[in-house]
């Protein structure tokens, strides 16, 4: 009989927490039907300056201001601790058109960033996006100049479809990557859960991106 000290038992009872399929975390209501747009409200669009933005791509049909699976709790608890922090909801409609949708969103994103670099010298930025929002944000860093890389001072993904592809290399160390256990989105050899990729509303994910979002803003 194999004999494992307390050390062992520990570290493999931590292994199988990660690997336990996460719960279902439910649903919002007022979310359409997958593959749906969503129709952007651009009265949700913060005008003047501020210190610090957080530009949030929502996922596919996902309802909320800036997307009430991430987004919402993200920024709600960014907000929530760092003075002058607000959200900025992508303008794109985030619907089964991926083809069509995602250049609308990037384009915007890259639009922001530099009509506020120019109102506002000192503001900088977080991009954050899950699912197809993640695709948005690669897509506009095409877009986007290096003149304004260091003005983005944080990206974060979840369920990112292109997990782990490189971004340019003068954001990479400032890029955290979420991808969650039984995610078949982010991790196509990984374990399949049901609720793998609508499980970053979960605490877990959320305050780590805070962390790393406040972290990011004061580096
Ligand atoms: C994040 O927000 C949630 C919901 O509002 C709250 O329960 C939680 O305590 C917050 N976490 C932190 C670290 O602020
Ligand atoms: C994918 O998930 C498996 C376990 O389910 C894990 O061993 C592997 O490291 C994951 N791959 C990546 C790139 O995270």
Redesign the pocket.
């Given at each position: 009989m194999v004999r494992l000290d307390f050390a062992s038992i520990l570290f493999l009872a931590a292994v199988a927490v990660g690997q336990r399929c996460p719960a279902n975390p439910g649903r919002d209501p007022s979310e359409p039907p997958f593959g749906q747009p969503v129709t952007p409200r651009p009265g949700d669009v913060p005008s003047g300056c501020s210190p610090f933005e957080i530009l949030s791509a929502r996922g596919t049909s996902e309802s909320g201001k800036f997307g009430y699976r991430v987004g919402d709790?993200v920024i709600?608890?960014v907000t929530?601790?760092l003075n002058g922090a607000r959200g900025y909801p992508v303008q794109y409609p985030a619907s089964i058109d991926f083809d069509s949708g995602i250049p609308i969103g990037a384009r915007d994103v890259a639009n922001r960033l530099a009509s506020q670099s120019r109102l506002c010298p000192d503001q900088t930025f977080s991009l954050i996006g899950y699912s197809q929002g993640a695709m948005v944000i690669r897509a506009a860093l095409d877009l986007i100049p290096a003149s304004l890389f260091p003005k983005i001072k944080s990206l974060v993904f979840f369920g990112d479809p292109y997990y782990q592809d490189p971004i340019p290399g003068a954001l990479t160390a400032k890029l955290l990557e979420n991808c969650a256990t039984g995610d078949n989105i982010c991790n196509s050899s990984g374990t399949y859960c049901p609720y793998g990729h609508v499980s970053y509303t979960f605490?877990q994910w959320?305050?780590l991106s805070?962390?790393f979002i406040v972290e990011g803003f004061a580096a």
């Open positions: 709790p709600g608890n929530a601790v605490p959320v305050e805070e962390a």
